[in-house]
Structures are given as structure tokens and as C-alpha cells.
């Protein structure tokens, strides 16, 4: 995964400099991991609407807030779960990161499995079953090419269960959390290529959408420890 080297606090504050307020450390209360000019929560994340950098909650304003995004660090960009407090449970109180408690949460890449640290994948650009690690309005696809099996590249389609997509290799076509599969490979369609599920095979409960489709592990040609070893499609059991 490519990463991004963080602007120092120094350069950030220079740089701009009469255009965001409430850098310099506060005085008014007493500072709390996350809040903003405090340092930063354990994992490197900040509460709503702020940014962690040389481990000081700060925040942008306008084109500054684009620039220094696109100086971010990785596991800045993908560390929480999309409620903005960044500790990774979802409930949007900071009370700290639950990776590793074996459910793949919302902005999560992977959970406690291998080839994974601090909720992010380290051998892989992203998670296609909820395109964590990818940018908005991205997809994580399937490239069928060693070592890089999967790759944020930009959505161009809505297609769900069933519906038409071009063929093997045009993940892109569907929505989020689902791959372009061979009708071979499944009930949800008759002939060509169409649209199907990514799901978690450690989830007892999950159930496909179509009769006769089942989680079924996507690991049947490649290594399954990767780091991804519980991803699957919704697919005719082999």
C-alpha cells in the first residue's frame, strides 16, 4: 500500500498560516486525547473533523484541509470507522480502538488476521468487502494479478445482485461489497456476468440473497492466509 509521509507540525503551521485558528495549545480546559490541540488518540486519530499530525489534533479550512489530506498518512486515512471519532467501534465516543475483537467494522481492512496491524492490511490497497482503504467513490476490485490481487480504482456502476456487468475483471461495475462473477459460479444470474455479494465466511449467520448461493470461500486458487482469509463470494457451493 502506498504510503503517504505526514507534513511535519512545523511546515503545516508556517505554511498556513492566518487561515485556520485554534493551532497553539489551549489553555481553557484540560486537554484530552482527540480534542482539538490536544494530542492524539492512541491509534493516531482525532475526533470529528480533525486531523492528527506530530500527534497534535488540528483542523483545516478550506483548500488547506484538500492539501494536507493529500499529505496524510496511511493509516491516518484509514485508521477508525467512518463516525469520525477514529477509535474503530462505531459508536462515535472515543473510547477506544476494539481491532482485533474479531468483527470487521465499518472502515476496518481487516480484524486481528494475518498480514493485518492497527485494522489495516499490510499487504493489500484496500478490503473489497466494504472498499475500506479506498478513497471516496472508489472500489476495491479484484486484479487477478500476484501480489497485488486488490486495487482502489474509481466506481463507474451501481450494480447489485443479478444485474449485468461487463466480466471477470469489472468489479467496478458494481456497487460497493460486490464482485462481477461468471453465471457459472452462481444462481443470481442465467448467462454472462452479473453482479454478486463479497461476504465474510467466519459469519455464521450471513445468508445470501439468491437460493442455492452460499458464502463461499474465495481463497480456492490463491493462499488463504493473506490476510483476507475470511473473504468470500455468494456462490454455488463447489
Not at 5 to 17: D, G, R, V
Not at 167 to 180: F, I, P, R, T
Not at 205 to 218: I, L
Amino acid at each position: 500500500m502506498r504510503r503517504l509521509h505526514a507534513l511535519t507540525l512545523a511546515t503545516f503551521l508556517s505554511s498556513i498560516a492566518g487561515s485556520m485558528a485554534g493551532v497553539a495549545c489551549r489553555a481553557d480546559f484540560e486537554c484530552s486525547p482527540g480534542q482539538e490541540s490536544c494530542e492524539c488518540l492512541a491509534n493516531g486519530g482525532c475526533d470529528a473533523g480533525l486531523m492528527c499530525l506530530s500527534n497534535q489534533c488540528v483542523q483545516t479550512q478550506g483548500e488547506t484541509s484538500d492539501s494536507i489530506g493529500d499529505e496524510a498518512t496511511s493509516s491516518e486515512a484509514t485508521s477508525g470507522d467512518g463516525d469520525g471519532d477514529g477509535d474503530g467501534d462505531g459508536d462515535g465516543d472515543g473510547d477506544g480502538d476494539l481491532c482485533g475483537n474479531g468483527v470487521l467494522d465499518p472502515g476496518e481492512e481487516c480484524d486481528g488476521t494475518p498480514e493485518c496491524s492497527e485494522c489495516t492490511l499490510n499487504n493489500f490497497d484496500c478490503n473489497p468487502i466494504n472498499d475500506a482503504g479506498c478513497p471516496e467513490d472508489y472500489h476495491c476490485v479484484f486484479t487477478d494479478m500476484n501480489p497485488n490481487l486488490f486495487r482502489c480504482e474509481p466506481r463507474v456502476g451501481q450494480g447489485m445482485t443479478g444485474d449485468a456487468c461487463p466480466g471477470y475483471l469489472s468489479d467496478a461495475s458494481c456497487a460497493s461489497g460486490y464482485k462481477c462473477q461468471d453465471s457459472f459460479f452462481t444462481n443470481a444470474c442465467d448467462t454472462g456476468f452479473c453482479c454478486i455479494l463479497w461476504c465474510d465466511t467466519t459469519d455464521t449467520d450471513y445468508e445470501c440473497p439468491v437460493e442455492g448461493d452460499v458464502c463461499f470461500s474465495f481463497w480456492v486458487n490463491f493462499p488463504a492466509d493473506q490476510g483476507l482469509n475470511h473473504l468470500g463470494n455468494c456462490s454455488i457451493p463447489e
